[in-house]
C-alpha cells in the first residue's frame, strides 16, 4: 500500500513536469527570437525560396525530406551552402543562423499546428497509454525509451499530422513498406519462426524475432520463406482503444515531435535513412 501510494505520488509529478515542460514550450511562442528569425528570413532567404518557405526560384522547404533534417543539419545547410546551389550564408553568424532556423521550423511546424489544434486529446493521457495499456513501447521508442522492432517515434508527430497519426494506427500497413513485412520462415528441422528480415542474401537470412532476437539463418537449411503483407503493428487498435484514448495518443505524439529538439545527426550523416 505504502508502496503503490508513493509510485502514485511520483507518477503525479512527473505528469505535472511534464506539462510544465510543455508549457514552458509554448510560453517560448513567437517570442522576440522568433520575430528577429522572420526579419532575417524575409530578407535573406524569401528571394529564392518565398516568403512562406514553399518555393520560387529555389525548392519548397516543406518538402517531407528537408522537414526532417535536424536542426544541426539546417543550421549546416545554411552555413555551408550545398553543391546544388544552396549559396553558404556563413557571414550572417551562428546566432541569426540559428533563429533563422527556428523560425523556418515554425513555417514547417503550422500544418501540424492545424493537425495539433484538431487533435484535443489530453497528451499526458496519451503517454501513460502509450507506455501502459497500449504497449506501443513495447515495439516502438520514443525519447530514448521502448522497443527496438518498430521504428522510433520521437519525431512523427512533428511531420504528421493528426489525422494521418490516427489513420497509421488504426489502419496500419496501407502499404506495408517491403523491409516492414512480417516474414515466416520453416527450418528442415520442422522449427517455424516469424519476424522482419534485417539482412539477406542468396546464401542467408537474418531474421529478427518480437523478442528482440536475431537468427542467423542458411537458406538451404530452410524449407520455406513466406514474405507476408503486413508488418508487425496489430490491427486491432480501431476496437482496443477508444476514440478518446486514440485522440490521447495522437496528442501526445504530436507534443512529443513538436517539443523534443532532433538530435544532430552524426557528421557526415545528412538525409539520414528515412523511409
Ligand atoms: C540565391 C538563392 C537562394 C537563397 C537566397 C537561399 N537559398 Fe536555400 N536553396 C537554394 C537552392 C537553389 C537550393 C536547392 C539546392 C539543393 O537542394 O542543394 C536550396 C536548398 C535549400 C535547402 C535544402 C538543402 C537540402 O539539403 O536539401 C534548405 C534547407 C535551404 N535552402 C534553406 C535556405 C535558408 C534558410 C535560406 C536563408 C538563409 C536560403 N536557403 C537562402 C537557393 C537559395
Ligand atoms: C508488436 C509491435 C508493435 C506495437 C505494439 C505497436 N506498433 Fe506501431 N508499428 C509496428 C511496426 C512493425 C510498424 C511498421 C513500420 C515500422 O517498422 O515502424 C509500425 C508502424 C507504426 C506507425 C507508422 C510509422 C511509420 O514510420 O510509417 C505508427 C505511427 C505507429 N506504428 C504507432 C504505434 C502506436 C501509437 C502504438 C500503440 C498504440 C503502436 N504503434 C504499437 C509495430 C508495433
Known amino acids: ?6 509510485r502514485f505520488a511520483i507518477l503525479l509529478v512527473s505528469a505535472a513536469l511534464f506539462l510544465f515542460a510543455e508549457m514552458s514550450v509554448m510560453a517560448q511562442g513567437p517570442g522576440s527570437g522568433d520575430n528577429r528569425g522572420a526579419q532575417q528570413f524575409a530578407t535573406v532567404c524569401a528571394s ?12 519548397s522547404l516543406m518538402a517531407p525530406n528537408i ?11 545554411v552555413h555551408d551552402g550545398t553543391a546544388a546551389g544552396m549559396p553558404s550564408f556563413a ?3 551562428d546566432a541569426k543562423i540559428t533563429s533563422i532556423v527556428r523560425y523556418l521550423r515554425t513555417l514547417q511546424g503550422q500544418g501540424n499546428m492545424a493537425g495539433a489544434a484538431a487533435a484535443t486529446g489530453d497528451a499526458a493521457a496519451g503517454r501513460a497509454l ?3 495499456k497500449a504497449q506501443c513501447s513495447s515495439c516502438h521508442m520514443i525519447q530514448g525509451k521502448g522497443g527496438f522492432i518498430a521504428s522510433d517515434l520521437t519525431a512523427y508527430g512533428r511531420s504528421h499530422a493528426a489525422n494521418a497519426i490516427a489513420e497509421a494506427i488504426v489502419k496500419p500497413d496501407n502499404p506495408v513498406a517491403p523491409e516492414s513485412r512480417v516474414v515466416e520462415v520453416q527450418t ?10 534485417r539482412n539477406e542474401d542468396s546464401f542467408d537470412i537474418v531474421l529478427e524475432t518480437e523478442d528482440g ?3 542467423f539463418l542458411a537458406r538451404r537449411d530452410l524449407t520455406d520463406v513466406h514474405y507476408t503483407d503486413h508488418s508487425l503493428m496489430p490491427h486491432d487498435y480501431g476496437t482496443r482503444l477508444t476514440p478518446a484514448e486514440l485522440n490521447n495518443i495522437v496528442s501526445f ?14 557528421p557526415g550523416r545528412r538525409h539520414g535513412g528515412g523511409h
Open 67 to 77: 522537414v526532417a533534417l535536424s536542426d544541426a543539419e539546417l543550421i549546416k545547410v
Open 253 to 266: 505524439l504530436i507534443v512529443v515531435g513538436q517539443t523534443t529538439p532532433v538530435e544532430p545527426a552524426p
Open 213 to 215: 532476437r536475431f537468427h
Open 91 to 93: 557571414q550572417l553568424g
Open 48 to 59: 529564392c525560396h518565398g516568403s512562406d518557405g514553399t518555393g520560387g526560384k529555389a525548392p
Open 1 to 6: 500500500m505504502q508502496l503503490k501510494g508513493s
Open 130 to 132: 502509450y507506455f501502459g
Open 188 to 197: 528442415k528441422t520442422g522449427r517455424k519462426l516469424t519476424g522482419v528480415v
